[in-house]
């Protein structure tokens, strides 16, 4: 078989695969996307669970560098449902004609750098090979699931899933015994979708989570009209925000109000709803453990409110670590879901899961007989899918050796130092932010250091180790700032690789914002590239 040789390959079809396509392909460069589904959509294509819906609001999430996608999409909700999400982005590739370059059903299994052509190599689980001059992971930093470690998972003789690989045709829960395990953002979206339709819903929850409710209002024209008219001011302030999100940044801190007044200001942003309490009630609710406990104690007033049963509403109140701990998610009638006579809320931080059998799961003396079993169990977090497959640097060296045996190192979650021309979309340590923002302006990044190299007959760009050292430094002090990094607090959160057995402690994500992070991309912009030119 033919090699077929492109200047530039994208490894995934979801948001970062499509924003740098177009992106090099505007700078004249042959650029082929792979991707292993059988669709376009990255994320959007696999995680079909019931409820699933963006945290994010329609305004912010969406790319802005298309003039003629922005005129012409029409968002109807305020958090998309993922069916509109996964029109968006195939609307966004026939919009812009990107379809024609990208192959699906095509599945990397390694990829290999060859110093003497400086070009690499791809080989396909098909045995297809293709070459590049560069090469970007757009794999996604959410795409490589994990079931838990539960002695008998093989044996459960009835249906079980896990919410990132749900059946595309559907589940159909009429009735059924139901058991769910995991309370992230997909379990909490999973709880009151599959309690509409499930006989008895058995909920079983080892750490709760900190939940802001929401409602979903539809998006009118007049909604849509105004988004077309501000689009680039909304899309300037979200780029400026240090998440990502289009809000005003809280600008005092919670212990310099009164508490009449802290409490009419939680009040208020609880009442928007999802991320708007999180970020605009004060500056300092993920920088400092008393302002986090106090926007935790309102929390926890609200869940007890909600809920009647007083025994449940305590086993849902967070009071291991602190709120910002972990990503909060936004809910759609979590708390309240729980009053409902046939969900079950089974606490199993007092008296573990001790084992799945046949018919379903033990805990303590009790076993939960189940029809289904949900798993949202969470993922190998920004490096598991670099690291599934075979990246091969200079000399031999795959990324997972170089990680395993160095740390985690890269310089700006872009590139990383043995690995020429290979660049990461959202690679590790790249800002914890609504993602939409950081792809784009990361594809954009990348197309004017690209174009740059060929037009100065640079041969590649290769982050320098010291690049590594400054930015591997500058990603932990900006985590160990947050409320994230606690000794004896910590939220066992995929952020830190604290939810992956055997995995290292280490900031996966860059706690210090996105405006912060995109300075940084600026100004080694122009350096002129120099912490990217290693010899
Ligand atoms: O995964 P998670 P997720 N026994 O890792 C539990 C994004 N996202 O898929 O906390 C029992 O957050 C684990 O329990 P514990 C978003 O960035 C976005 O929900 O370790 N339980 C936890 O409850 C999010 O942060 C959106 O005690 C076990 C859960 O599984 C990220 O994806 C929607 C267990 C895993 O939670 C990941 O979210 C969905 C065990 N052995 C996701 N092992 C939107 O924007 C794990 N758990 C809408």
Redesign the pocket.
């Known amino acids: 078989m033919t090699d077929q040789s492109y200047d530039a390959i994208v490894i995934g079809a979801g948001f970062s695969g499509l924003a740098v396509l177009h992106h090099l392909r505007e700078i004249g460069l042959d650029t082929l996307v792979l991707d292993a589904a059988d669709g376009i959509g990255g994320?959007w294509w696999t995680?079909r669970y019931p409820g699933?819906?963006?945290?994010?609001e329609y305004s912010y999430y969406s790319f802005s560098f298309s003039k003629e996608v922005r005129e012409e999409w029409v968002w109807t909700e305020r958090?998309p449902a993922g069916a509109e999400v996964l029109r968006y982005l195939n609307f966004v590739a026939d919009r812009l004609d990107l379809r024609k370059d990208i192959q699906l059903g095509a599945r990397v299994e390694r990829a290999a750098y060859d110093e003497d052509t400086n070009r690499w190599t791809l080989t396909l689980a098909d045995g297809r090979t293709f070459t590049t001059k560069y090469l970007v992971s757009g794999m996604g930093?959410?795409s490589q699931?994990?079931f838990?470690?539960?002695a008998g998972i093989a044996d459960f003789a009835g249906q079980k899933y896990h919410?990132?690989m749900w059946p595309h045709e559907g589940v159909d829960l009429t009735g059924k015994r139901v058991g769910l395990?995991?309370?992230?953002?997909?379990?909490?979206?999973i709880v009151p979708e599959v309690a509409k339709q499930a006989g008895e819903f058995f909920v079983?929850?080892?750490?709760p989570?900190y939940i802001v409710e929401t409602t979903n209002d539809p998006v009118t024209a007049d909604d849509m009209q105004h988004l077309r008219d501000h689009y680039d001011e909304i899309y300037a302030a979200a780029a400026a925000h240090p998440f990502g999100v289009y809000m005003e940044p809280a600008e005092h801190s919670a212990l310099e109000v009164s508490p009449e007044e802290r409490r009419r200001i939680f009040e208020s942003k609880w009442n928007e709803g999802g991320f708007h309490f999180a970020n605009e009630c004060f500056n300092d609710l993920a920088t400092n453990h008393e302002s986090s406990e106090l926007a935790a104690e309102f929390i926890r007033s609200k869940i007890r409110e909600t809920v009647t049963d007083q025994r449940t509403a305590e086993l849902l109140c967070p009071k291991t670590y602190s709120f910002n701990g972990?990503?909060v998610?936004?809910g759609h009638n979590y708390y309240g879901t729980f009053n409902l006579p046939t969900v079950h809320l089974i606490d199993?931080?007092s008296e573990?899961?001790s084992r799945i059998t046949e018919k379903g799961i033990v805990v303590g003396d009790v076993e939960y007989e189940l029809d289904v079993i949900i798993?949202?169990?969470?993922?190998d977090?920004m490096t598991g899918t670099l690291t599934a497959i075979d990246i091969v640097g200079r000399d031999g060296t795959t990324l997972r050796d170089k990680w395993r045996e160095g740390g985690l190192k890269s310089n700006l979650g872009i590139s990383v130092h043995g690995f020429p021309n290979f660049f990461m979309s959202l690679g590790p340590q790249t800002p914890y932010s609504n993602l939409p923002v950081p792809i784009q302006l990361g594809a954009q990044w990348l197309q004017r250091a690209i174009d740059w190299a060929e037009r100065n007959g640079v041969p590649f760009l290769e982050a320098t180790p010291e690049s590594e050292d400054w930015w591997a430094q500058e990603t932990e002090r900006a985590g160990r700032s947050t409320v994230m990094y606690s000794e004896g607090k910590k939220?066992?959160?995929?952020?830190l690789g604290?939810?992956i057995p055997g995995k290292p402690e280490e900031f996966q994500v860059y706690m210090g914002g996105g405006q912060v992070y995109q300075e940084f991309c600026r100004q080694a912009e122009s350096d002129g590239y120099a912490s990217f030119l290693a010899n």
């Open positions: 994320t995680n699933v819906r963006t945290d994010s958090y930093v959410l699931a994990v838990p470690d539960i919410s990132s395990i995991g309370l992230g953002a997909s379990g909490i979206q079983f929850q080892r750490t989570n972990k990503r998610p936004t199993t931080a573990p899961i798993f949202a169990t969470g993922f977090a939220a066992k959160a995929w952020f604290e939810n």
